[in-house]
């Protein structure tokens, strides 16, 4: 039966390890892709401006937002004529397409140039195919089909594009799950030492809870004063945890440039555990004092 594909191509190398660069005149070396006239349309990428190769056509190419900013500054690359390696001469650009990521998910924005070619022979040839059904349960079936056209070719391997980009951000994912751990290990400190900490400066002021208790200070009053002294304490604790968190992310964010520096959420939340966690260190000990006779406390001191 046939196959529910919807369009193929073929390239000599493919996003997310990509690492070929030509040189550009001008401009030195530029990463780029050797692709065929149905690539933008099987990889599902839009062009900005121009048009699509047509079947056969040569001396063509399609660069990226980046690259045409810098090779024609406020001018319309459409038509312009590039230099592209030593035994090409000049090609036309004939469209532009949204600056995407090339050779690996954490890079900087990068120029890049698509090579178009309607006879590619790299001895790593690359075919990319767009499904209509699951791709998953159609790779054995694209891989028997390759075998069967060409039993000299070795064993084809087809992943599908989540299988791809789960491989290349196995790294990033184990570094996450690895991070994750100690900052929980961290929390679960933090609300343990604060916990203590006032439960401990609760604990330490029973004397002054049983006099203000003695003069008559209500349990209402004295609890609430409580409260208050460890919310200024909490607040000036989180506060600068978070002006510390911020810090160092700002610094991850230079060195990868996929560090969202503030999270809204997660600032959030630790802030308001962190309050309900100091509210109840607070509030039980500070119930526990206020219920005890001023008389027997004093004396106990």
């Avoid at 196995?170 to 961290?186: F, K, T, W």
């Avoid at 679960?188 to 008559?216: C, D, F, K, N």
Wanted: charged share 15%.
């Amino acid at each position: 039966d046939a196959l529910p594909i919807l369009s193929a191509s073929f390239a000599d190398v493919l996003p997310v390890g990509n690492t070929r660069v030509i040189a550009v005149q001008g401009e030195g070396e530029i990463a780029t892709a050797t692709v065929d006239s149905n690539y933008f349309r099987t990889m599902g990428i839009p062009l900005l401006r121009g048009r699509e190769p047509q079947p056969g056509e040569q001396n063509v190419v399609i660069v990226n937002a980046v690259l045409a900013r810098r090779l024609w500054p406020n001018q319309d690359p459409i038509g312009k004529f590039i230099g592209a390696g030593s035994d090409q001469g000049m090609q036309q650009v004939i469209g532009i397409t949204a600056t995407g990521k090339y050779w690996s998910l954490a890079e900087p924005a990068r120029p890049f140039l698509y090579q178009i070619c309607g006879h590619l022979a790299a001895p790593m040839l690359c075919l990319a195919i767009r499904t209509q059904g699951s791709p998953q349960s159609l790779a054995a079936g694209i891989a028997e089909e390759i075998r069967r056209l060409d039993q000299q070719l070795p064993p084809v391997r087809v992943q599908p594009k989540e299988e791809r980009l789960k491989a290349w951000l196995e790294p990033e994912r184990a570094a996450a799950v690895l991070l994750g751990i100690l900052g929980l290990a961290a929390l679960g400190l933090a609300i343990t030492g604060l916990y203590a900490l006032l439960a401990q400066l609760v604990a330490q002021r029973t004397p002054e809870i049983a006099v203000r208790m003695a003069l008559g200070a209500s349990r209402a009053a004295v609890i609430g004063m409580l409260l208050r002294l460890s919310a200024l304490l909490i607040f000036l604790g989180t506060a600068t945890g978070i002006a510390a968190s911020v810090a160092v992310a700002h610094l991850l964010a230079s060195v990868s440039g996929q560090v969202n520096p503030l999270d809204g959420i997660t600032v959030i939340g630790v802030a308001a555990l962190l309050a309900a966690v100091g509210a109840a260190a607070t509030f039980v000990p500070a119930y526990r004092a206020v219920s005890i006779d001023p008389v027997s406390a004093l004396r106990a001191e």
